[in-house]
C-alpha cells in the first residue's frame, strides 16, 4: 500500500478537472496537487465516448476555457478535438504529471481531528489499494456512471441475431456499411448519430417513444469569421463568447416566460427544416421547450438526412425483439442489422464516492448545496458541477475561480477548515434539479441533493447571479463557518505574502516521509 499527501486533491481529469486544476495552478503555484483519474487517459466523457459524429452540443467559445480561447471557425467541436484541447491545456499549464490513472476513488474520511481528508482508491489494472490524504478536496467527476450507461432490458432481446450497441461503449472495429439501422432513443445522442451513420447505412430509423426539440445551429461562424479579417483573433474570441452566452441565456428565459409562443417557435422551426410533407407528429414534444435540454444538429444535418430519405423516424413503444429487429407495440416491425439503445445515462454524483466524517457515512440526498460548489456540513469539500441549460464550463470556470477566492481567504485568516452550517433552518424540500426532466434526471431524483428556496442554498442554472455570487460577493458570508489550524505544526496553515499554504512535513514530491 502506498500513501502520499497533498494539499489538494481533484477526482477526475476531464474538462471540469483540468479547467479546475487550471485555475489553481496558476492563482496559487505553490501549492502541491494530485489529480486523479480512474481512466488511463485524460479527456473524461470526451475520451469515453467514441460513437460516430460525437460533439459538443454548445457552441465552443462559451463551451471552452475562458482562459484558453477556443480559436476555431467551427461552432461546434467534434469529440476528439475537444479531447486534444483538454490535453493541450494541462501540458500548457504543466499539469501531465499531477494526474494519476486508473485509480478508482473509492471513499473519502474526513478527520476532525487531523483536519484533512483521506481517501482510499484502488488502482485497477493491478489491483493494488492506495491511500491519500488531503487538506482540500475538489470532486470532477461528473454526474454519471462510466462503467454503463442506462440500458432498459427489452422483451426478447437475446434473440436479436445482430449487435445490440449502447453508445457509451461503441465497438471501435464497428462496420455498418450496408447495414439496417435502428436508433432507439430521440435525444441529443441519437440525434447526434442518425445522420452520422446516414451516409453509410443501408437505413437509418430512430425509434422513439416521445419527440425532443431540436434546433439547427449554423456549423460555422461565419460573422467571427469575417469580423478575423479586420480584428485581432483575441477580441473577435470573446466578443463571440459574449454574444453566444447572451443568446443562449435569452433563448433560455424566452422559453421559461413564454412557453407557449417559444413551442410554436420551435415547431415552425423544425417544420421548416424538415419540409412541407413531414408528419409533425414525430416532432411534436409533449413537454415544454428547455425541460429538457434542446437538440441540437449542426447545419440542420438530422434534418437534411430525414428529408433526404437517409433516415427515418418512427415514433412508438416496443413490444419485443425478434431475430431480425424489433416489433412495435403497433403491430409494425422494424427490420435490423444492428440496434443501438441510446437510451440515455445512468446518473451517478461525485463518481460513485462514499463520503464519512469521522468514520461516520454522510447522506447526501439529506444535504444542501451551498452555491452549487459545496455540501451542508462538509469540510474543505468542493463540488464542480456545470449547467444544465448553458454551457457546462461556464459554471466549472467561475467555479474554480471561486475557490481560488476561498484558499486566499483562509490564508488571509488563518483558517484551517471551511465547512457550510444552515443555522437559520432553510427550507430543504426541493430536489437540486427540480424542474429539469430529461430521463436520467428524472430516473435519479433519490440520488439527488436538495436544494433551499433562497440565498447560497438556491441552485440559480443563471450565470450572471452565480458571477456575482461566486466572484464579487464576500467568501465570509455568514453561512461559511471557519476554524482555524491546530497547534501542531504538522498541519499549520502558513500565509505568504500574496499567497497561501497548507505545510505539514512532506518531501518535494507531495510524499510524507
Request: charge should be neutral; hydrophobic fraction near 40%.
Amino acid at each position: 500500500m502506498t500513501s502520499a499527501h497533498y494539499d489538494i486533491i481533484l477526482i477526475g481529469a476531464g474538462l471540469s478537472g483540468i479547467g479546475t486544476a487550471c485555475h489553481i495552478t496558476a492563482t496559487h503555484p505553490e501549492k502541491s496537487i494530485a489529480i486523479l483519474e480512474r481512466r488511463e487517459r485524460m479527456g473524461g466523457t470526451w475520451d469515453l465516448f467514441r460513437y460516430p459524429g460525437i460533439r459538443s452540443d454548445s457552441d465552443m467559445a462559451s463551451f471552452g476555457y475562458t482562459f484558453k480561447p477556443w480559436y476555431s471557425d467551427k461552432v461546434l467541436a467534434r469529440g476528439e478535438d475537444i479531447r486534444h484541447y483538454v490535453a493541450d491545456t494541462a501540458r500548457q499549464f504543466g499539469l501531465q504529471d499531477k494526474v494519476q490513472y486508473g485509480l478508482n476513488i473509492l471513499r473519502a474520511n474526513w478527520s476532525g481531528e487531523r483536519q484533512r481528508w483521506s481517501l482510499t482508491a484502488v488502482h485497477e489494472s493491478s489491483g493494488e489499494e492506495r491511500t491519500f490524504t488531503c487538506n482540500f478536496l475538489v470532486n470532477c467527476a461528473g454526474y454519471y456512471n462510466f462503467d454503463q450507461g442506462y440500458h432498459p432490458r427489452f422483451d426478447g432481446e437475446e434473440a436479436f441475431a445482430g449487435p445490440v450497441i449502447h453508445p457509451q461503449h461503441w465497438p471501435e472495429d464497428l462496420d455498418y456499411t450496408g447495414k439496417k439501422v435502428v436508433v432507439i432513443g430521440s435525444g441529443a445522442t441519437a440525434v447526434t448519430i442518425v445522420p452520422a451513420m446516414a451516409d453509410r447505412a443501408a437505413s437509418v430509423t430512430m425509434l422513439q417513444r416521445s419527440p425532443s426539440y431540436i434546433m439547427a445551429l449554423p456549423d460555422l461562424d461565419r460573422l467571427s469569421m469575417a469580423l478575423g479579417r479586420v480584428l485581432p483573433r483575441r477580441w473577435v474570441f470573446r466578443l463571440a463568447r459574449q454574444r453566444n452566452i447572451l443568446f443562449q441565456r435569452a433563448l433560455y428565459l424566452a422559453c421559461m416566460r413564454w412557453p407557449n409562443a417559444m413551442r410554436r417557435f420551435m415547431l415552425d422551426h423544425m417544420r421548416k427544416r424538415l419540409g412541407p410533407d413531414v408528419d409533425m407528429r414525430h416532432f411534436t414534444p409533449a413537454y415544454s421547450p428547455w425541460e429538457q435540454r434542446l437538440c441540437a444538429a449542426p447545419d440542420g444535418d438530422f434534418f437534411e438526412a430525414v428529408r433526404s430519405g437517409k433516415a427515418d423516424v418512427v415514433t412508438d413503444h416496443i413490444d419485443h425483439f425478434t431475430e431480425q429487429g424489433i416489433v412495435l407495440k403497433s403491430g409494425k416491425e422494424l427490420q435490423a442489422d444492428i440496434i443501438i439503445a441510446a437510451t440515455g445515462l445512468d446518473l451517478q454524483l461525485m463518481g460513485g464516492l462514499e463520503i464519512r466524517l469521522d468514520g461516520e457515512p454522510v447522506d447526501l440526498t439529506r444535504k444542501m448545496t451551498y452555491k452549487g460548489m459545496m455540501m451542508q456540513d462538509v469540510p474543505n469539500y468542493a463540488w464542480i458541477f456545470g449547467y444544465t441549460n448553458a454551457p457546462w464550463t461556464l459554471k466549472c470556470d467561475i467555479g474554480g475561480q471561486y475557490l481560488c477566492r476561498l484558499f486566499r481567504h483562509m490564508a488571509q485568516h488563518n483558517l484551517a477548515v471551511a465547512r457550510p452550517v444552515d443555522i437559520r433552518g432553510t427550507d430543504a424540500s426541493d430536489g437540486m434539479l427540480d424542474g429539469f426532466t430529461p430521463g436520467y434526471i428524472s430516473r435519479a431524483r433519490d440520488r439527488m441533493p436538495r436544494q433551499g428556496k433562497t440565498g447560497p442554498w438556491r441552485v440559480t442554472m443563471h450565470y450572471g447571479k452565480d458571477r456575482r455570487m461566486l466572484l464579487k460577493e464576500p467568501v465570509d458570508d455568514g453561512v461559511l463557518s471557519f476554524e482555524t489550524p491546530p497547534g501542531n505544526a504538522r498541519h499549520a496553515l502558513v500565509s505568504e505574502a500574496g499567497s497561501y499554504g497548507w505545510h505539514s512535513a512532506e518531501d518535494s514530491t507531495g510524499h510524507v516521509p
